[in-house]
């Protein structure tokens, strides 16, 4: 079997960025002017006047600070209330390729690789730009790749499951180098209305280049492992699909966009992903001791600091498990892979580490790399 090994990678990041200041003022303002439009309805006790939202509680809740977005002024206007990102037409690349090709040229430009050297795209990402063609082949084609190419959807946990989907291409020898990228525009699907979640997400583009260990450049990580899990969850859910396309009440439904069982969400996944690591670094002869970081999924500084301690039994250190949530918030399955290009250049040779990603479905991903001289 061959091994797979990791070249390179490469991150997109969109130019605007909102604060958790600017974030509540547009809420509250949003709020405030719902509640004058239900004033009647309020006063019978029909509905519940909204509330605000509060910089401290998402700060203290998530430890997010701020996020990019691919248009700050739609999502702020208390009239709008989400990205307005224009339609393009088919002659012009589309907004998420176009940012995963972004992503994909560092990746490659660091790799030292020519697109044509590339055997197959993968595009891994929590939403896709349309249902067809796969945007990984529209990728594919705007990079000047050879082979073949396509779309996978595992949600958060995509970019782990793009790796190993990519890591086993390898070690079959169907291909010798595979770039997987994850464009994520989670605002997209996220309801800038609901004050419970309003918060939490960010846009984005990553890429990994997975290749044969006998072509990777100088200083490549070593895939050690890869391993996979979902189970069944209702907890994390957007029901928007092709099927509710004709019933105006169910395209603009909140249940179109994502929702959260947030608590429960907490609760059932920490555990689930300390096990399947622990596990995972049993099956590899290793424990959290072995581990110069962990570069884990960027949905919450909280579940992070709880998952990290029961790996480490002990409280990591920033520079053990590096948060980037502050800055990007949850950018769904690109955050671990932010996360790993952007603290990974002080590693030495022989220092190991584990990318882990864990999201809806249940799903959760780990990857094991060594780093190379
Ligand atoms: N501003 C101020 N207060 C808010 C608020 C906001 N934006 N949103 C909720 N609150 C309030 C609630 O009304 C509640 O008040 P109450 O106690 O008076 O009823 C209180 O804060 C606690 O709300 P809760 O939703 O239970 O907060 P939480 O501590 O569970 O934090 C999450 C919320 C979403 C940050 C947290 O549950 C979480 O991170 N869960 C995991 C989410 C995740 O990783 N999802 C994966 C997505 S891929």
């Known amino acids: 079997m061959k091994t797979a090994v990791i070249s390179a990678t490469?991150?997109?990041?969109?130019?605007?960025?909102?604060?958790?200041?600017?974030?509540v003022a547009s809420y509250n303002a949003w709020a405030d002017n719902w509640n004058i439009a239900y004033a009647t309805d309020i006063a019978d006790g029909?509905?519940?006047?909204k509330t605000h939202s509060s910089v401290e509680f998402i700060e203290k809740a998530s430890g997010i600070k701020s996020r990019h977005v691919m248009d700050k002024e739609g999502v702020l206007d208390p009239g709008v209330m989400a990205p307005r990102i224009p339609e393009r037409s088919n002659e012009q690349i589309s907004v998420m390729a176009e940012m995963a090709v972004h992503a994909a040229r560092q990746a490659l430009e660091r790799a030292g690789r020519k697109?044509?050297?590339?055997?197959?795209?993968?595009?891994?990402?929590?939403?896709?730009?349309r249902a067809y063609p796969a945007m990984a082949v529209e990728i594919q084609a705007a990079?000047?790749?050879?082979?073949?190419?396509?779309?996978?959807?595992?949600?958060?946990?995509?970019?782990?499951?793009?790796?190993?989907?990519?890591a086993d291409f390898i070690r079959s020898g169907s291909a010798k180098s595979v770039l997987m990228v994850n464009p994520e525009i989670c605002s997209g699907h996220l309801n800038f209305t609901d004050r419970d979640s309003h918060f939490i997400f960010g846009d984005?583009?990553?890429a990994v280049l997975?290749?044969?260990?006998?072509?990777?450049?100088?200083?490549?990580w070593k895939i050690l492992g890869t391993k996979l899990k979902t189970e069944f969850s209702n907890n994390i859910r957007n029901n928007f699909g092709f099927l509710n396309r004709a019933a105006p009440e169910g395209v603009g439904s909140p249940d179109k966009l994502f929702v959260q069982e947030g608590r429960k969400v907490f609760r059932e996944v920490v555990p689930m992903v300390a096990t399947m690591i622990g596990e995972?670094?049993?099956?590899?002869?290793?424990?959290?001791?072995?581990?110069?970081?962990?570069?884990?999924?960027?949905?919450?500084?909280?579940?992070?600091?709880?998952?990290?301690?029961?790996?480490?039994?002990?409280?990591?250190?920033?520079?053990?498990?590096?948060?980037?949530l502050d800055t990007y918030a949850n950018t769904s399955s690109a955050g671990s892979i932010i996360a790993f290009h952007k603290h990974s250049g002080d590693f030495k040779a022989g220092e190991k580490g584990l990318i882990c990603s864990f999201g809806a479905g249940y799903s959760a991903g780990t990857v094991l790399v060594e780093k190379t001289a």
């Open 10 to 23: 490469g991150l997109w990041t969109p130019p605007e960025s909102i604060s958790n200041e600017e974030l």
């Open 46 to 49: 029909a509905v519940e006047p």
């Open 115 to 129: 697109p044509e050297d590339v055997d197959a795209v993968i595009c891994a990402a929590s939403n896709m730009q």
């Open 143 to 166: 990079l000047g790749c050879s082979g073949f190419a396509f779309d996978m959807n595992v949600a958060c946990s995509s970019a782990t499951f793009g790796i190993q989907t990519a």
């Open 204 to 206: 984005v583009a990553t």
């Open 210 to 220: 997975v290749e044969e260990e006998s072509i990777a450049p100088a200083g490549y």
């Open 280 to 324: 995972h670094l049993g099956e590899l002869g290793m424990s959290g001791t072995d581990l110069r970081r962990m570069w884990l999924h960027q949905a919450n500084a909280n579940m992070n600091r709880l998952i990290s301690s029961k790996v480490l039994g002990r409280e990591a250190t920033e520079d053990e498990s590096p948060t980037v």
